[in-house]
């Protein structure tokens, strides 16, 4: 017996399962936030973070502004990673995915963004990676990497890479397609 499943059922189930990923990143990104700039502005207790992993009140003793610094690069990530499943959720709810002609220049646009999108977070990433290994030599108790949602660099930027070979073959793709109906 065998289960098949359509192209179409299957774009529903990764329209909700984005859905459910860009609702927790929001969450996650506004979390950042509103810690941070509640440790900064109101109290400085509020440098330990909702998520009992992530501790930066010895950062913030270090220092308030490296504090903000680092708080505004996991910010930067986060709210970057909510958008990227923003366009996501955008390009599946407004049903520009067409499976019968998937090359538009809708799509290609996403794409690309896309690209550009996990590229930045690669390098932010990579960025706060080194931030909090300099921290660590200077003495300050850091948390690890995962538990700051900054690890992966190195895949964030893979997939930057692969997303903008993709989108430059949609756009080969257009160009072919568009070239095919001026000569029939």
Partial sequence: MTIRISAKHMLQV??????????????????????????LAI???GAKFAVPAIDLT????????????????????????ALLFYLIVKILHERKLDLSAPFND?????????????????????RGVKYAE??????????DIESLRL??????????????????????GIEIQSEHELTV
């Fill in 14 to 39: 990764l329209y909700v399962l984005s859905w459910i990923i860009f609702i927790g990143v929001c969450i996650e990104a506004g979390a950042f936030i509103f810690n941070a700039v509640y440790a």
């Fill in 43 to 45: 109290n400085p207790a």
């Fill in 58 to 81: 010895s950062l913030y003793h270090y220092d308030a502004g490296y504090f903000g610094v680092f708080t505004f690069i996991m910010c930067i990530v986060a709210i970057m990673r």
């Fill in 106 to 126: 809708v799509v290609r646009r996403c794409i690309a963004n896309m690209a550009y999108l996990s590229l930045f977070i690669g390098a932010f990433s990579f």
């Fill in 134 to 143: 300099w921290f660590a030599k200077e003495g300050v108790k850091m948390p």
């Fill in 151 to 172: 690890g992966g660099a190195d895949v964030w930027l893979f997939m930057g890479v692969t997303l903008l070979v993709i989108a430059y073959m949609f756009k080969r």
